[in-house]
């Protein structure tokens, strides 16, 4: 059920007052399943709230993935979910929506001490959420083993996770962080004047960024470094097992600094990939 759909459809709703207000998001659940004994699907209903460009997001799920997308249309936020309740005698999860003028904060936990069911599923239930995110706010993500994923935003990410795959791109900075899972990062925009940061004990790092903007670049693992293509490595210098350089004619505008302790890093020209397939005799394409 990993890849359930969610759908996320922005409502409005009223500007909350200067404190922050607790709200009871709505859920709704099918009868039980009939083909996985022991599982229910519900849906968190689609809620939403206007936010100024500055506002800060945080949402914290230990307990599953969290869907990240651009909201388009206008400047409110907006949290869907499915959830799903494990066992015949299934934890209750609990979904805790905060909202203020400037920040919301959603987080998602079970019962103190649950971490598995009497039915022997390895957690105590799951939650997956999307969010929308409006451009210029800044998004803050935590999860335990889920993924956390993004395309074409346009906001600041800071984004946490133990083990889950971590995959995002936006015109904002972003500061990433994993133990153990991959991180994948694009940098897109052409305005660009932001510091990255990614960071792994054994996760890999993977870098993607157009070239309509010079570049400073510091990377640094006991594992593998790569940079395609390499007519860009010719700009930096690999020292062992850092890699530091600039590239670009004029002062760097963006700043990327990948560590890890034992992962493999890599940089790689955006588009490059699809170009050199593209640009390939036939035959040598897979």
């Known amino acids: 059920m990993r890849n359930a759909l969610i759908l996320l459809l922005v409502c409005g709703l009223t500007a909350c007052a200067s404190g922050s207000r607790q709200f009871k998001p709505e859920l709704r659940f099918d009868p039980p399943s009939t083909e996985f004994e022991g599982l229910q699907i519900g849906r968190m209903e689609q809620w939403s709230a206007p936010l100024p ?18 909201n388009r249309g206008g400047s409110n936020f907006g949290v869907s979910g499915v959830i799903q309740r494990l066992g015949h005698d299934p934890a209750i999860e609990n979904i805790d929506l905060r909202a203020g003028k400037d920040h919301v904060r959603v987080e998602v936990s079970y019962p103190k001490g649950i971490d ?6 390895n957690r105590p239930g799951r939650v997956d959420l999307a969010v929308l995110v409006p451009q ?3 998004l803050r993500v935590r999860t335990r083993d889920g993924v956390i994923t993004g395309k074409r935003v346009r906001a600041n990410i800071e984004a946490r996770s133990e083990s889950g795959l971590i995959n995002l791109s936006t015109t904002g900075w972003m500061d990433l962080a994993s133990d153990s899972g991959r991180i994948q990062m694009v ?4 305005r660009w004047n932001h510091e990255h940061k990614a960071e792994t004990r054994s996760g890999s790092i993977e870098v993607e960024f157009p070239t309509k903007a010079p570049l400073a670049v510091h990377a640094q693992t006991s594992g593998t470094i790569k940079v395609e293509p390499e007519a860009l490595a010719q700009h930096l210098v690999l020292d062992g097992h850092t890699l530091s350089g600039h590239w670009g004619d004029a002062p760097a505008a963006h700043r990327i600094d990948a560590k890890s302790e034992t992962g493999d890093i890599s940089f790689t020209l955006y588009g490059w990939m699809r170009e050199s397939v593209a640009d390939a005799p036939a035959g040598s394409r897979r």
């Open 53 to 70: 460009a500055n506002a800060e997001i945080e949402v914290i799920n230990p307990y599953g993935d969290v869907y990240v997308r651009h």
């Open 136 to 138: 210029g706010t800044t």
């Open 116 to 121: 598995t069911t009497p039915d022997g599923f």
């Open 187 to 190: 940098l897109i925009g052409e």
